[in-house]
């Protein structure tokens, strides 16, 4: 039989006409994912694995659909300002954002140019039409003409006369943001490193809630131990939700942050005398809620074991102190967990075991003040610590929405405090390291309150280094291998005696 393409005993290659586009599953569903942000604002990380498990594309496809669709959304500010260059028009949004995909394989991933302009040629003759793939191969081709370093030089601005705007256009970040990590990291020169820990996927996260599970069950499923939380195990592939600690909600995926804030709430000693009461005030969709709620119960497992194993450990029934930071709590605290938002109350319902949850206004409390001796705020916010996680909510988050939000959480602050009895202490936590939404909140709140004080955030985290220079303690990806979550530990002073 000769093969197709050829002569028979020429041996020459015979003229061909234009390829018939295939289907690609990888790429089709890339493409979708892509196109319904860009029309309707959808979230790729929920979308995307819907679509992945309704067409059944697994394994080396799924991969290649996933580094496609969020690589692409990360990249959208520097695509486009290189499309821009290549194109003698603006392309209509659906020719705009095959081109933006084609452009990740010729610049970010090692698929050859020749594969990457075919398969996206392709792509865009099947769904858009014939006219519209010629366009994108001549734009395609300048693309792949010159690699992403020799590009930026010349659609980046000059780093010394405009040092945001080039990091901006360069990684792939809105202007408004870079400006805002550089004024909360305060080291110009870790910019570049920040900004790239930005656009790597990160690992998968796991918590083990202690008494119920641990870090070594999910590390004999193949897991890695974990740097800073004694409860954190980081899955390298796979579905977390075939390992059945987490099927059980025993365990979770949860950031190692986000693990060491709810940490160091408990490890702050607070005087008393009998259980203790929590919140967790603005709980969904239940993480914190989840960690909280087992060392609630059963302790902080992993702290009173250290102290256990250390010379001259306490038999005496006083706290023990552990060596990672205030208090390895013994257990026997109760949790109330609330959010304004019904689904995500009922989130929170079936994450914890033990915890009460109800849907409640954190604004307009829906208890007594001065009842708990411990609250969680996990304020809403920008999000900004975990675009590394949420690949398009930069280019959907805008500089507008921040001043409207550090109203919220002024008032959330407010209400927390109040919930909370003398001598007892808040988490403000946010995911976000955005200067207003931050340090700007909590000084502010200290400037109107002398019933407060602030608590140095990383005497309570040890173990991490890195966290600033407090009171409060900032997460950084690059740093920490966490998203960029943010603490301040505030105690209402006690009465005078």
Same mark, same amino acid.
């Given at each position: 039989?000769?093969?197709?393409?050829?002569?028979?005993?020429?041996?020459?290659?015979?003229?061909?006409?234009?390829?018939?586009?295939?289907?690609?599953?990888?790429?089709?569903?890339?493409?979708?994912?892509?196109?319904?942000?860009?029309?309707?604002?959808?979230?790729?990380?929920?979308?995307?694995?819907?679509?992945?498990?309704?067409?059944?594309?697994?394994?080396?496809?799924?991969?290649?659909?996933?580094?496609?669709?969020?690589?692409?959304?990360?990249?959208?500010?520097?695509?486009?300002?290189?499309?821009?260059?290549?194109?003698?028009?603006?392309?209509?949004? +659906?020719?705009?954002?095959?081109?933006?995909?084609?452009?990740?394989?010729?610049?970010?991933?090692?698929?050859?140019?020749?594969?990457?302009?075919?398969?996206?040629?392709?792509?865009?003759?099947?769904?858009?039409?014939?006219?519209?793939?010629?366009?994108?191969?001549?734009?395609?081709?300048?693309?792949?003409?010159?690699?992403?370093?020799?590009?930026?030089?010349?659609?980046?601005?000059?780093?010394?006369?405009?040092?945001?705007?080039?990091?901006?256009?360069?990684?792939?970040?809105?202007?408004?943001?870079?400006?805002?990590?550089?004024?909360?990291?305060?080291?110009?020169?870790?910019?570049?490193?920040?900004?790239?820990?930005?656009?790597?996927?990160?690992?998968?996260?796991?918590?083990?809630?202690?008494?119920?599970?641990?870090?070594?069950?999910?590390?004999?499923?193949?897991?890695?131990?974990?740097?800073?939380?004694?409860?954190?195990?980081?899955?390298?592939?796979?579905?977390?939700?075939?390992?059945?600690?987490?099927?059980?909600?025993?365990?979770?995926?949860?950031?190692?942050?986000?693990?060491?804030?709810?940490?160091?709430?408990?490890?702050?000693?607070?005087?008393?005398?009998? +259980?203790?009461?929590?919140?967790?005030?603005?709980?969904?969709?239940?993480?914190?809620?989840?960690?909280?709620?087992?060392?609630?119960?059963?302790?902080?497992?992993?702290?009173?074991?250290?102290?256990?194993?250390?010379?001259?450990?306490?038999?005496?029934?006083?706290?023990?102190?552990?060596?990672?930071?205030?208090?390895?709590?013994?257990?026997?605290?109760?949790?109330?967990?609330?959010?304004?938002?019904?689904?995500?109350?009922?989130?929170?319902?079936?994450?914890?075991?033990?915890?009460?949850?109800?849907?409640?206004?954190?604004?307009?409390?829906?208890?007594?003040?001065?009842?708990? +001796?411990?609250?969680?705020?996990?304020?809403?916010?920008?999000?900004?610590?975990?675009?590394?996680?949420?690949?398009?909510?930069?280019?959907?988050?805008?500089?507008?929405?921040?001043?409207?939000?550090?109203?919220?959480?002024?008032?959330?602050?407010?209400?927390?405090?109040?919930?909370?009895?003398?001598?007892?202490?808040?988490?403000?936590?946010?995911?976000?390291?955005?200067?207003?939404?931050?340090?700007?909140?909590?000084?502010?709140?200290?400037?109107?309150?002398?019933?407060?004080?602030?608590?140095?955030?990383?005497?309570?985290?040890?173990?991490?280094?890195?966290?600033?220079?407090?009171?409060?303690?900032?997460?950084?990806?690059?740093?920490?291998?966490?998203?960029?979550?943010?603490?301040?530990?505030?105690?209402?002073?006690?009465?005078?005696?």
């Amino acid at each position: 039989m000769k093969a197709r393409g050829h002569q028979g005993s020429g041996g020459g290659n015979r003229a061909r006409g234009p390829r018939r586009p295939t289907r690609d599953p990888a790429r089709n569903a890339a493409y979708d994912v892509v196109r319904a942000v860009d029309e309707r604002d959808a979230y790729a990380n929920l979308l995307l694995p819907r679509l992945l498990r309704d067409r059944g594309i697994k394994g080396r496809d799924a991969a290649l659909a996933t580094e496609l669709a969020y690589g692409t959304l990360r990249g959208l500010g520097t695509y486009d300002a290189i499309i821009e260059m290549c194109s003698d028009r603006a392309p209509d949004p +659906d020719v705009r954002d095959a081109l933006r995909i084609g452009a990740h394989q010729l610049l970010r991933m090692r698929v050859p140019p020749h594969a990457a302009v075919g398969t996206t040629v392709d792509l865009v003759r099947l769904r858009i039409g014939a006219g519209a793939a010629k366009f994108v191969n001549a734009v395609l081709r300048k693309i792949g003409s010159r690699t992403l370093d020799e590009w930026l030089p010349i659609v980046a601005p000059d780093p010394a006369d405009d040092p945001v705007g080039h990091l901006a256009i360069a990684y792939g970040h809105p202007r408004w943001i870079v400006s805002a990590f550089r004024d909360a990291l305060g080291a110009p020169d870790e910019m570049p490193d920040l900004l790239d820990a930005d656009n790597a996927r990160p690992l998968v996260t796991l918590v083990a809630r202690p008494g119920r599970s641990s870090a070594e069950e999910l590390e004999d499923v193949g897991a890695l131990p974990g740097r800073y939380s004694p409860y954190a195990a980081y899955l390298r592939e796979g579905d977390p939700g075939g390992i059945d600690a987490v099927a059980e909600t025993r365990a979770a995926v949860q950031d190692e942050a986000s693990q060491l804030v709810a940490l160091a709430l408990t490890r702050v000693p607070v005087e008393g005398d009998g +259980d203790e009461l929590w919140l967790d005030m603005c709980a969904g969709p239940g993480g914190k809620a989840g960690l909280l709620d087992a060392i609630a119960v059963h302790g902080d497992l992993a702290g009173l074991a250290e102290e256990a194993r250390a010379p001259g450990a306490s038999s005496s029934g006083e706290p023990l102190t552990s060596s990672r930071g205030g208090a390895a709590f013994p257990g026997g605290a109760r949790v109330l967990a609330a959010d304004v938002q019904q689904h995500r109350a009922r989130l929170v319902w079936e994450t914890t075991k033990d915890a009460s949850v109800i849907t409640a206004d954190g604004t307009e409390p829906a208890w007594r003040p001065g009842a708990f +001796d411990r609250v969680m705020l996990d304020a809403p916010c920008t999000g900004l610590g975990a675009l590394r996680r949420r690949p398009e909510a930069r280019w959907r988050r805008d500089a507008a929405g921040v001043a409207e939000l550090g109203k919220l959480q002024r008032r959330l602050l407010g209400t927390a405090l109040d919930a909370v009895r003398p001598g007892g202490v808040v988490a403000y936590v946010t995911c976000s390291p955005h200067l207003a939404e931050t340090r700007v909140v909590v000084g502010d709140l200290l400037a109107r309150r002398d019933d407060v004080e602030q608590l140095d955030a990383r005497d309570y985290l040890p173990e991490v280094e890195g966290l600033g220079d407090g009171p409060h303690a900032q997460f950084w990806p690059h740093r920490h291998g966490t998203d960029a979550m943010f603490l301040a530990l505030l105690r209402r002073k006690p009465r005078p005696s």
